[in-house]
C-alpha cells in the first residue's frame, strides 16, 4: 500500500494499480487484503503491461449488481443507466424486460438481502434503484424519489425541467449536499429546477417589492425564505440573523406581511 496507489497481484501473479483516484473515499487497505474492482485500461509501459484497476467506475457497480442479481445476469433485467458520487451515493434506472418481474424489488431483494451487499462493498454508498422509462415527466419524478412532486413543467427543447413541490418536500428532493438533485439531472439528463409550491392563500415575496427593499427580500429568498407565510413561520430574531437584518428591520418586514393577511 502506497500513498497515491495500492499494488495488487492476481492468482496469475499479475501486477495490477489501483491509484488513489480509483478508490472510493472510505477505501482502506492492508497488506494481504482481497480487492473486488474492474480492470479499467491497460497501458504498455515498456513493452510491459500497466494494468489500471478501478473501484468508482459505473461499469464497477453494474458488475456487482450482475453478481448479485441473477436477473441481470440472466438478461432478464438490463441498467439502462447508472450515476453516482462514489461512496456517497448512485442511482440505478433499470428495466424489465418480463412483466412478472418487478426490476426495482428484484434488483433490491427480500428485505433489501442484495443490495446489502452492494452498499457494504461500496462503503455504504447510498444507492437509489429507479424503475426505468421512456415517458420524462415519470422518469423526473422517479428519479427525484423520495420526493413528491405536485407538478412538473418542461422544455424538451432547452432539456430543462422546473418541479414545483410543497414546503416540506423540498430539502427530500435537493438531498444532502445537493446529491439528490445533482445525479437527478445526471440520470435523466435535464437541467432540473426546484420550486417550492405557493399555497394559495400565500404570497411571493417579490410581491413587496414596492414596500420592502430589493436586498431584504434577497436575503430571504437565500435564505430559504421565498413567500410571506414562509418568513412568518421564523421568529422575528431568526429573520434577522437570517437575513442580517437589524431586529427593528425585520419587526418592520414581519408588519408589512402580516398586514397582508389580515
Not at 480509483?22 to 487484503?33: A, H, L, M, V
Amino acid at each position: 500500500v502506497w500513498k497515491k496507489e495500492v499494488l495488487i497481484l492476481d492468482d496469475e501473479e499479475n501486477e495490477l494499480i489501483l491509484p488513489k483516484a480509483e478508490q472510493i473515499p472510505n477505501d482502506f487497505y492492508r497488506k494481504g487484503d482481497t480487492i473486488k474492482a474492474i480492470v479499467k485500461s491497460v497501458e504498455m509501459n515498456n513493452n510491459q503491461p500497466r494494468i489500471i484497476l478501478s473501484r468508482t467506475a459505473n461499469q464497477f457497480l453494474e458488475r456487482l449488481f450482475e453478481q448479485e442479481v441473477p436477473e441481470i445476469f440472466d438478461g432478464l433485467i438490463t441498467i439502462k443507466k447508472i450515476v453516482r458520487i462514489p461512496g456517497e451515493r448512485a442511482k440505478v434506472a433499470v428495466e424489465s424486460y418480463d412483466e412478472r418481474i418487478d426490476p426495482v424489488g428484484a434488483c433490491v431483494g427480500m428485505k433489501g438481502s442484495r443490495i446489502y451487499s452492494i452498499v457494504k462493498e461500496l462503503r455504504n454508498e447510498n444507492i437509489d434503484v429507479v424503475n426505468y422509462t421512456a415517458n420524462t415527466q415519470l422518469m423526473i419524478q422517479r428519479a427525484l424519489n423520495p420526493a413528491k412532486i405536485s407538478s412538473i413543467t418542461i422544455d424538451e427543447e432547452k432539456k430543462t425541467a422546473s418541479v414545483y413541490l410543497k414546503p416540506d418536500q423540498v430539502s427530500l428532493a435537493i438531498g444532502k449536499g445537493g446529491l439528490n438533485i445533482r445525479l437527478s439531472k445526471m440520470l435523466t439528463g435535464y437541467d432540473i429546477d426546484v420550486y417550492r409550491e405557493i399555497e394559495e392563500e400565500d404570497v411571493a415575496l417579490t410581491e413587496f417589492a414596492d414596500e420592502i427593499d430589493g436586498w431584504i427580500i434577497d436575503a430571504l429568498k437565500s435564505a430559504g425564505c421565498d413567500t410571506a407565510k414562509s418568513v412568518l413561520e421564523l421568529p422575528v430574531e431568526e429573520i434577522a440573523a437570517r437575513a442580517d437584518l437589524e431586529l427593528e428591520q425585520a419587526q418592520k418586514v414581519v408588519e408589512i406581511l402580516k398586514a397582508e393577511f389580515e
